[in-house]
Each structure stands twice: as structure tokens, then as C-alpha cells.
């Protein structure tokens, strides 16, 4: 007969199976912002969200090679699991892979892991601009409108909202 305790379930730090290749970006990177840079490289970009929340997103794209989903951890994930402060980013683990999260890093300021299954771990990519003083706060909300509407519909509700000078009211960060 088992104990309770060897009943207990396992905390898995991993959140894909298979060997990934993984990226920490600035902390006030905004889901709009990544989208954005994502639109502009590659081809058919959706952005989901994920049952867990509005921390937890799945961006799709498609490249020369395939079709790709990037996982997006807007929450405390990349500091409690690696001791970096910012928004953690994984991909299944191939060259392709490093060459987007280098691209991203460079453009956010950030931390590459080409394998995340070697000994090497976080390497700095841009560390100047992760760690510059310009932060700005995320407020939750302009993660979900992207994640509900898309980006096209987003940028037009967000020109309404700076129209009439709403905006700033929304995505104050207390």
C-alpha cells in the first residue's frame, strides 16, 4: 500500500515535452508589441489564448519551413523558474528556432537558451536594452483585447480609444 505523500501530484517545471529552445524577453514587452515584430517576419500569425488565463497565450505563425506555436508566459514563470524577471517564450528545439528567438531578442532585449536540455542555459542577447530603465507596465487588458479581437480589430479599437482619449484610463497599472 502506497503513503499519501508518493500520491501527491508532481510539479513539472517543463511545459512541453521534447527539448525546447527558450527566450526571456523584457518584462514590459507587451503581447501587442511581440505580435507585432511576429507579423511583420512571418506569415498568417494568430494569437491565442489559453485556458490558464490572460498570462498564458500561444502565438502561431508560419515560416519558409512550417507552421509554429510559440508559447507565451506573461506572468512570474521565467523569475521563479530561472531567476530572470521578464516574459518567457518557448519553441520546440531546431535551428529555425534560435534564429526567431535571436531575432526577438535583439528587438526586446533578452536571454536565448538554444537547448534547454544541454548544460549551457541563458545566454544575453541585447542586454543592454533588456535592462534599460524605460519599463512601462502591462496592464492585463491589452493582452486580452488582442487575444479576443486579433491584431487588426485591436489597432482599430485602441485608434477609438486615443480618439477619445481613453485609453490612458484603461491601462493604468495600479
Given at each position: ?12 517545471k517543463n ?5 525546447q529552445?527558450?527566450?526571456i ?36 505563425f ?18 521563479s523558474?530561472?531567476?530572470?524577471d ?35 542555459g ?8 533588456f ?30 480609444l ?13
Open positions: 500500500m502506497q503513503s499519501k505523500a508518493s500520491l501527491r501530484p508532481v510539479v513539472v511545459y512541453n515535452m521534447g527539448a529552445t527558450k527566450a524577453i523584457r518584462k514590459d514587452t507587451s503581447l501587442k508589441d511581440l505580435s507585432s515584430y511576429i507579423e511583420e517576419k512571418y506569415k498568417n500569425v494568430i494569437v491565442r489564448p489559453t485556458e490558464i488565463g490572460n498570462y498564458f497565450f500561444c502565438i502561431q508560419d515560416t519558409l519551413l512550417c507552421r509554429r506555436s510559440m508559447n507565451c508566459f506573461f506572468n512570474n514563470y521565467a523569475k523558474d530561472y531567476g530572470i521578464g516574459v518567457l517564450l518557448s519553441l520546440g528545439h531546431n535551428n529555425e528556432s534560435i534564429e526567431i528567438f535571436k531575432g526577438i531578442c535583439n528587438q526586446f532585449g533578452g536571454y536565448l537558451d538554444e537547448h534547454d536540455c544541454d548544460n549551457v541563458f545566454e544575453p542577447i541585447n542586454k543592454q536594452k535592462h534599460s530603465d524605460h519599463k512601462k507596465a502591462v496592464h492585463p487588458f491589452e493582452n486580452e483585447l488582442l487575444a479576443l479581437l486579433g491584431q487588426e480589430k485591436s489597432n482599430l479599437v485602441w485608434s477609438l486615443n480618439k477619445y482619449k481613453i485609453a490612458n484610463h484603461l491601462t493604468k497599472v495600479n
